[in-house]
């Protein structure tokens, strides 16, 4: 499997092009007291997605179209989008019936900006790529016997910057060498940028067991939540989390750790897309090896350099525009709903003019923010 052509797939090329913004007008709630959740069969209807049956020995549902699959569980807050783990902001629900439930947060801020990124509405040419490798000087971040995670990722980050610039993109590294930086400088820095995608390489720590790579954006703005800077860019978040992990796991074959909600404060900061890449696990001894040779490090480079490429193909509003073939016209009668369906709040602030019933203000009771 490719991951260019996963995700260049995943740009609405091949999916329903309605005319509809990303702000769950059109989506109904399950009911009352699951509000805030959509059923995964108005899910699959609208992506016109079939079911797949999953096998015996695997938990989850699943639905697809055959160049897309999306599988929910095992575990209650786990996705899988065709093969590339995703940490949902909130666990899965079934109804009475035992129909599955995925919440609105999960359906808004990272199903719908993966399979559809040329529907993110406030998407815009990114003009700057910021590469920030993290730690430096009195802060070297994880040390081990073999590795030291502030070398190994200014390493990186210079490929990744030759790279990009080879593709004639504009680039500016936080450092250059061994020296350390404050939180606010890298901020600011990103602020200074016009348009720019800020990407911040770090290597992981954990269990000697614990292998791969990782890419974290920062927690969504949930309805009715304050939006901080950072979350106006939540669904560009979601599809630059999935090119960068899709293009890491394919390309540079690394270990899918999965894209995952932040856990850092200088994500929550940004007010440009962002994302934190774990490239692996200093603290596994077979994967330090690989993360300090030279030939890895070009490959996880060219990687990344593959996921930035592909993320600011798909903001460009301009050439994906054209790609894309005109929407249907709007059908001649309303969808029936056999029962009262109220729909949750979204916490967008535009009205909607395909609006179907009144939004009834209820707040999810299950956020989970690291
Ligand atoms: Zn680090």
């Known amino acids: 499997m490719k991951c260019f052509a996963l995700f260049l797939a995943l740009a609405g090329l091949s999916l329903p092009c309605f005319a509809v913004t990303a702000d769950g007008a059109m989506w109904n709630s399950a009911d009352n007291e699951n509000s805030g959740y959509i059923a995964l069969e108005e899910i699959r209807s609208f ?39 995703c940490e949902l902001s909130h666990p899965t629900r079934s109804d009475d019936k035992g129909d599955l439930l995925v919440s609105r947060t999960d359906l808004l801020k990272l199903i719908d900006p993966v399979l559809r990124p040329t529907y993110i509405t406030n998407r815009r040419p990114v003009r700057t790529v910021i590469i920030d490798p993290g730690h430096g000087g009195h802060d070297p971040g994880t040390v081990t016997d073999s590795i030291r995670e502030s070398n190994v990722v200014l390493m990186v980050a210079g490929k990744l910057a030759a790279e990009l610039k080879k593709r004639g993109m504009e680039v500016q590294l936080t450092r250059e060498d061994n020296r350390h930086l404050s939180d606010q400088f890298r901020v600011d820095m990103a ?44 669904a560009a978040n979601a599809a630059l989390a999935v090119a960068l992990q899709a293009a890491m796991v394919h390309r540079a074959e690394a270990k899918d750790g999965g894209c995952r909600r932040s856990r850092y404060s200088l994500l929550n900061s940004l ?26 490090q070009n490959r ?7 996921g930035i490429s592909t993320f600011a193909g798909v903001m460009n509003p301009e050439t994906q525009l054209k790609a894309l073939p005109p929407p249907p016209p709007p059908p001649a009668e ?24 009144p939004a009834a203000r209820k707040k999810s009771d299950s956020r989970r923010r690291k």
Not at 271 to 296: K, N
């Open 47 to 85: 992506y016109k997605f079939m079911p797949i049956a999953q096998p015996r020995d695997r938990a989850g549902r699943a639905v697809g179209n055959g160049t897309v699959t999306l599988i929910f569980g095992p575990a209650p807050a786990e996705l899988s989008i065709h093969g590339l783990r």
């Open 191 to 234: 602020a200074r940028a016009e348009n720019a995608v800020f990407i911040s390489l770090h290597l992981n720590k954990g269990r000697s067991d614990m292998r791969g790579a990782e890419t974290y954006t920062a927690a969504p703005a949930e309805p009715g939540e304050e939006v901080r800077p950072v979350n106006e860019h939540d």
């Open 271 to 296: 007010s440009c897309p962002a994302a934190l890449v774990e490239l692996g696990y200093a603290t596994h001894p077979e994967e330090a090896e690989l993360l300090s040779s030279d030939e890895y």
């Open 300 to 306: 996880l480079a060219l990687a990344l350099a593959d």
């Open 334 to 357: 309303p969808a029936k709903v056999d029962a009262p369906v109220k729909k949750a709040d979204t916490g967008n602030k535009k009205a909607s003019p395909r609006k179907r019933r």
